[in-house]
T-cell receptor, first 110, second 114 residues
């Protein structure tokens, strides 16, 4: 069974600092990995999707890397803003089943 | 266009009662998923519908849980004889047929069993 772990569980930083969120998974036979953002009462929003053949994806201030062989992914958020405060979830997929980590709750202090 | 919608947004029920949760997927999405998110935990896969194919029910935690979907439209998740451990946020997602990993999530239903 795929196990996904996210470290740290919570993170508080002052505005402007860079954020580093970590995700590890036990089974490297994945199709892709996604990073989601979860805001209270608003469901999940997909931020970045990395196919298993890719090493990284970038969108604006966000960059995610994937090392499938070691079962690790890292999400970098540059120059954090208070609006980045949310819970960030990592999910790996094997076909239609997504396996999620418990998330990292980020607070960016103004 | 409209996203995935779920109702109710919040439900408080007494232990032992039955509850029904509803999900309206994005129009044209043939695949529909239900997940459960307990406090402080990741999402757990419950069930997957793809068009008129037999659903994958492998994630349903007990026979008290069931789900229905008519064609490619609305789905209902039913929990019978609710228990306190059923308290969680239930999330629904839908996706296009050929990109099943591209799941769009609804806002969820927060279920509290007292």
């Amino acid at each position: 069974k795929q196990e996904v772990t996210q470290i740290p569980a919570a993170l508080s930083v002052p505005e402007g600092e860079n954020l580093v969120l970590n995700c590890s998974f036990t089974d490297s036979a994945i199709y892709n990995l996604q990073w989601f953002r979860q805001d209270p009462g608003k469901g999940l929003t997909s931020l970045l999707l990395i196919q298993s053949s890719q090493r990284e994806q970038t969108s604006g201030r966000l960059n995610a890397s994937l090392d499938k062989s070691s079962g690790r992914s890292t999400l970098y958020i540059a120059a954090s803003q208070p609006g980045d405060s949310a819970t960030y979830l990592c999910a790996v997929s094997n076909d239609y089943k997504l396996s999620f980590g418990a998330g990292t709750t980020v607070t960016v202090r103004a | 266009g409209a996203g995935v919608s779920q109702s109710p947004s919040n439900k408080v029920t007494e232990k032992g009662k039955d509850v029904e949760l509803r999900c309206d997927p994005i129009s044209g999405h043939t695949a529909l998923y239900w997940y459960r998110q307990r406090l402080g935990q990741g999402l757990e896969f419950l069930i997957y519908f793809q068009g008129n194919s037999a659903p994958d029910k492998s994630g349903l935690p007990s026979d008290r849980f069931s789900a229905e979907r008519t064609g490619e439209s609305v789905s209902t998740l039913t929990i019978q004889r609710t228990q306190q451990e059923d308290s969680a946020v239930y999330l629904c997602a839908s996706s296009p047929r050929i990109r099943v990993y591209e799941q769009y999530f609804g806002p969820g239903t927060r279920l509290t069993v007292t």
